[in-house]
């Protein structure tokens, strides 16, 4: 294919190079005469491990080429790829100035060209930015419409600075957003011959990821550095306790607990993040993501709390109360401190859960509820009673046996998703995710 790449800096340089091993012709487009130049020379604009190697052979074969003039890479291309910076602004927003004028830019070219064009945002922007900013920018300049005249995607990148060449050729995943499916398969065509995962959500979960991805690793290296702040302090080797913690693929290094849905409870994690952050405390250390966690998961419940209450219905069924499914434990449940709050708006609550039944609990669990006997008079051993019953249903934990009885429910009635599980079609109420 025959693209043009605007921004001839790091992102654009590597993705210039890589793409014409591929076999496309690209035409690198820049502003600055330096790196235009650069590139005519075969030589590369920017400092990356194996890239001038790649510049010179691509320029060297004409399948790499660079001009400063926007509308001759438009007419000569069937692809337009956007990879101009994004930098923070002061107040932490981004920073858009260049991919406001890229997009002006390509707009102007585009009322040269009388054949069909696609655009595509590789540069780093929020959710919004391609739909709200980017797309009525071009179509203002040019005349055309998105959809008619030319089509728009984005495509993140998520190449490491070090390792950029590697990271383009071997990738995890590809992912394409764009406004119809026609754009994402044009687009991912480029990428047909590389390995990995091809994904084509919508525009703007496609530019979410990226930054879920780095915010994610960012994460990793904080929660590793205060592991190792606290061990430090003990006289442990913290690479011995993260060795051992990266042993356990099943749930510390895996998809397990990574997914939306409610707030975290039972006997263990919230008892363990406070004895914790304690022990980082007693040592005299600031531990802010861990001492983050337990504020979060407050955040969590508070909002299940009133995105319940923002629906109409003042009875409110719940389909399991104990903090997970298989389970009776309902101590530290964050499904029992929802009950709380929800009575305290002077809401109906009843609760169905066949693993909770007062007179087969023992030890701490039966104490706990012993403490709480509000909880037990809510307690309903009929579940089709229960749900006929409710204007709200609310699904807490995954226990197939819930699924069952809500396929009896009403058009009338809705329920509420803490837990997805995939409810199926004979469920008739209306349905609604807390997180989707």
């Known amino acids: 294919m025959n693209v043009s790449i605007f921004g001839l800096g790091y992102v654009g340089t590597v993705c210039a ?58 007419v000569n291309s069937d692809i337009s790829m956007v990879c101009v910076g994004t930098p923070s602004s002061s107040n932490g927003n981004l920073d858009l100035t260049a991919i406001r004028q890229v997009a002006i830019e390509i707009g102007l070219g585009l009322r040269a060209k009388n054949a069909p064009h696609t655009v595509t945002i590789r540069s780093t922007v929020l959710p919004g930015t391609t739909r709200g900013a980017v797309g009525p920018l071009i179509e203002e300049a040019s005349g055309n419409k998105i959809g008619r005249d030319f089509d728009l995607a984005f495509n993140p990148e998520f190449l490491r600075e070090g390792s950029a060449i590697a990271d383009f050729n071997a990738p995890s995943k590809t992912v394409v ?157 964050p499904f029992v401190e929802l009950v709380k709050s929800l009575r305290g708006e002077q809401r109906d609550i009843r609760i169905y859960d066949p693993n909770v039944r007062l007179s087969q609990l023992i030890g701490a669990n039966r104490d706990f509820l012993m403490r709480n006997p509000e909880l037990v008079g809510l307690l309903h051993d009929d579940v089709t009673a229960t749900v006929e019953w409710a204007d709200i249903i609310v699904l807490t934990t995954a226990d197939p046996r819930f699924v069952a009885a809500l396929k009896a429910t009403r058009p009338d009635q809705v329920v509420l998703e803490l837990s997805d599980i995939g409810l199926p079609d004979e469920v008739r109420a209306r349905v609604s995710g807390f997180h989707w």
């Open 17 to 74: 190079a890589c793409f014409t091993e591929l076999g496309h012709q690209i035409i690198g487009v820049d502003k600055s005469v330096e790196k235009v130049d650069l590139i005519r020379k075969g030589r590369s604009p920017v400092i990356e491990p194996g890239i001038s190697d790649k510049v010179a052979h691509a320029v060297a074969t004409g399948q790499l080429t660079a001009t400063t003039d926007a509308t001759e890479a438009i």
């Open 177 to 333: 957003g764009a406004f119809n499916q026609e754009t994402a398969d044009r687009v991912m065509a480029l990428y047909k011959d590389l390995p990995g995962a091809k994904i084509t959500p919508p525009v703007e979960t496609a530019e979410l990821v990226k930054y879920v991805d780095n915010s994610w690793h960012a994460l990793k290296v904080s929660f590793a550095n205060e592991i190792g702040t606290i061990a430090k302090t003990l006289g442990i080797d913290g690479r011995d306790v993260i060795n051992i913690f990266l042993q356990d693929t099943r749930l510390n290094i895996s998809p397990a607990y990574l997914r939306p849905g409610f707030a975290f409870g039972g006997s263990c994690l919230p008892k363990d993040v406070k004895a914790l952050k304690h022990l980082a405390h007693s040592r005299g250390l600031s531990t802010p993501v861990l001492e983050s966690i337990l504020p979060s998961n407050d955040m969590i419940m508070s909002r299940g709390a009133d995105w319940i209450l923002s629906h109409d219905g003042r009875r409110i069924a719940f389909l399991g109360i104990s903090f997970k499914a298989g389970t009776d434990d309902v101590r530290d449940s």
